[in-house]
């Protein structure tokens, strides 16, 4: 794992968003896997900023999201659709035919998985997949767990990641019990990976995902197995290291 420790949080987002943005440069038909959650909102914002100032040209990209949860409409305010048009496509010059998200609402859940995993294929894979991780070290919404599916399914949420998750609804209750996610395999396929992580809340997962046993209860953990994993971790999230 190549890591990288950055003061705070606003250097954290430019070296993510130079990373990704370099990876366009070089290959300008990059096919992206993308996260959602709080930490990447300011490599998207600057992603958008470079986009604007004519540094990257997004028109030949193609991107996969990680997941989504089940049940929740693509214009419902706290679908991973809805967030990603939000916080990135709506700012950047992504072609709608390239952005590929899990559908919550799919009618045949299985069906819509395989044929997800395989447009993936279809576009040669992922070149660089970023990522978020839980404080309980979900990859994606791959929860800890006896065991871990390789492609993309519909999993339970572990009531960590609901309590996790709830300071974005009203309540608890009203978060998804269930979501759609990429598997282990479909994410350790990537060519490359960039992992995400500040605050000092993921500074006990951060250490165990680069030190600790690789283990199923712990999906990052299998990271350190990739043969071009990228962290970077602003000095909180680090400092357990
Ligand atoms: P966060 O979520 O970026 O909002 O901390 C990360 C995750 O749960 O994967």
Redesign the pocket.
Known sequence: MKIYIVEDYQQLSAKAASIVASQVILKNNAVLGL?T????EGMYSQLAQMNREGKVDFSEVVTFNLDEYLGLSPDHPQSYHYFMHHHFFNHVNVSPRNIHIPLGQAKNIAEFCLEYEQKITEAGGIDLQVL???ANG??GFNEPHTYLKLQTHAIDLTEE?IE?NSRFFFSPEEVPRQAVTMGMGSIMKAQRILLLASGKNKAPVIKETVSGKITTELPASFLQLHRDCTLILDKEAAALL
Do not use: C, F, L, N
């Open positions: 996260a959650g709080s930490t990447p978020g991780i839980g979900h990859i990641t996790a």
